[in-house]
């Protein structure tokens, strides 16, 4: 996969990409990202990429000459003339859609991904009608810029790619994982996605820890009731933290006895 960042700070990525799962994923040739310097794209002896906003107001708004000139440089047409479905050129933005699990799982099914990072009081509108197809907030909250969205959705992406992470299973049995994102398609289990919910509470050793113990079902060995077990928690976890996403997950009706049983 092939990952492009526009940014006025191309400084902030090197340190979110030179760890962990990015960092494997980009030494083994699974994902291929570049930061791009907006600034480049700014022909004036400034390097001026901003300016005041017609009509007046508060802050300064990213201009759109040097992000389209940067784009088209990258190799990327207008948001008109794109017909490839493999690629998606991405606003960041306080204004966006929010992303979520979903569209990460979408987004790494991707060749090619092309982040652009808004900042100051915003982005010039034509970015996002003529450029960006889509357009993303990772929350429901004001960041000074879209470099720390931008790293989320990358670390968030990536790690979804297969091979990045080393044991793939492990990302279908993560909160927020729905049903269709689950490769079996079998349900929620004890090694298997959790439905859309919060994950299930994990323990390890010891499994004593200064008077706190491990629930005894996970050393039982009996297999249906850890996953009887994790799944009521999980489903408790979900209903105490993020009651709003139970209103989305497709419950059984073993799942509602579960709940009944709390």
């Known amino acids: 996969m092939k990952i492009d960042i526009v940014t ?37 002896r400034h390097k001026t990429v901003d300016d005041r906003p017609f009509g007046g107001g508060e802050g300064m708004v990213l201009k759109p000459e040097p992000i389209f000139e940067c784009i088209e440089a990258l190799g990327v047409v207008s948001r008109e003339g794109r017909s490839d479905a493999g690629q998606s050129v991405v606003l ?109 509470p994990h323990y390890t050793r010891p499994a004593d820890f200064r008077g706190m113990g491990v629930p005894e079902v996970l050393a039982s060995g009996n297999h249906e009731e850890i996953r009887r077990w994790r799944r009521r928690t999980a489903l408790e976890k979900t209903l105490r933290n993020r009651p709003d996403l139970l209103d989305r997950a497709a419950l059984s009706v073993e799942d509602r006895k579960l709940l009944g049983e709390r």
């Open 92 to 200: 960041l933005s306080a204004q966006g859609k929010r992303f979520d699990q979903s569209l990460a799982d979408e987004l790494a099914g991707l060749e090619r991904m092309v982040l652009i990072c808004g900042r100051y009081e915003g982005v010039d509108e034509r970015v996002g009608q003529y450029l960006a197809d889509r357009e993303l907030s990772i929350g429901d909250y004001v960041l000074s810029g879209g470099e720390l969205g931008a790293a989320v959705i990358v670390d968030c992406v990536t790690r979804l790619i297969p091979g990045a992470v080393g044991n793939q299973a492990s990302t279908q049995q993560e909160s927020f994982t729905t049903f269709s994102q689950a490769r079996d398609g079998n349900g929620p289990s004890s090694t298997c996605t959790s439905g859309g919910l919060l994950d299930y």
């Open 8 to 44: 006025i700070f191309p400084e902030f990525f090197r340190g979110p990409l030179d760890h962990g799962i990015i960092r494997r994923a980009r030494e083994a040739g699974l994902a291929a990202i570049e930061v791009h310097d907006l600034r480049a794209f700014a022909h004036d």
